[in-house]
């Protein structure tokens, strides 16, 4: 029961510290009109090239917090039959 509710906490956080980065990405493409300027916030922020970066590295990141998430609750299914 310890792994399963530890599994659950960290799958909770990774997927809201993937919510947060991604908004804070998509924050930047669309409202910051030039391409420099927003690779300078990019830069600033994420320490990558372009916010478009961002979103591609942190999607698998929030799809292993949803799998973790999924295994969880298989656990808890599995331990109440």
Not at 7 to 27: D, E, M, P, Q, T
Not at 30 to 45: D, G, N, P
């Amino acid at each position: 029961m310890f792994f399963t509710k530890l599994g659950s906490a960290v799958a909770w956080l990774i997927f809201a510290f993937a919510a947060v980065r991604i908004s804070a990405a998509l924050y930047i493409m669309v409202f910051i009109v030039e391409a420099e300027e927003a690779a300078l916030w990019s830069a600033r922020y994420f320490f990558s090239k372009s916010p478009d970066l961002v979103v591609t590295q942190t999607l698998p990141i929030a799809g292993g917090a949803i799998a973790l998430g999924i295994l969880v609750e298989i656990s808890l299914a599995v331990r109440r039959t």
